[in-house]
């Protein structure tokens, strides 16, 4: 059974961080590139960040880089770990965060070409 599962949101004020995580399990995504994608409340699910499958390469969309950053964690027990640290978060960082898997091992940004999604964690961002 595939896994996605995301961790670590909240709410937390304009200038400061949080960390999510998505465990993923059921598939060799050690193979996979993972992404992370947002939704806003009214917006379309956009782009956020993307890492190859072996963390050699990794993408951010431009509202983000500088301030986030994505990463692989070891593998345990067949779960695979992928990071989003995000850095001086704005208002206009609120959004549902998706963690997904995706069959091209290389890091990219189409969201059809992600094939496993997790439930989202929401993140909330005030003033």
């Known amino acids: 059974q595939v896994q996605l599962v995301e961790s670590g949101g909240g709410l937390v004020q304009v200038g400061g961080s949080l960390r999510l995580s998505c465990a993923a399990s059921g598939r060799p995504f050690s193979s996979y590139a993972m992404g992370w994608f947002r939704q806003a409340p009214g917006k379309e699910r956009e782009f956020v960040g993307s890492?190859?499958?072996?963390?050699?390469?990794?993408?951010?969309?431009d509202s983000v880089k500088g301030r986030f950053t994505i990463s692989r964690g070891n593998p345990e027990n067949t779960v695979y770990t992928v990071y989003l640290q995000m850095n001086s978060l704005k208002l206009e960082d609120t959004a549902v965060y998706y963690c997904?898997?995706?069959?091209?091992?290389?890091?990219?940004?189409?969201?059809?070409?992600?094939?496993?999604w997790g439930q989202g964690t929401q993140v909330a961002v005030s003033s």
């Open positions: 997904a898997a995706s069959w091209n091992p290389r890091a990219h940004s189409d969201v059809h070409g992600y094939e496993y």
């Open positions: 890492i190859s499958w072996n963390g050699g390469t990794s993408i951010l969309r």
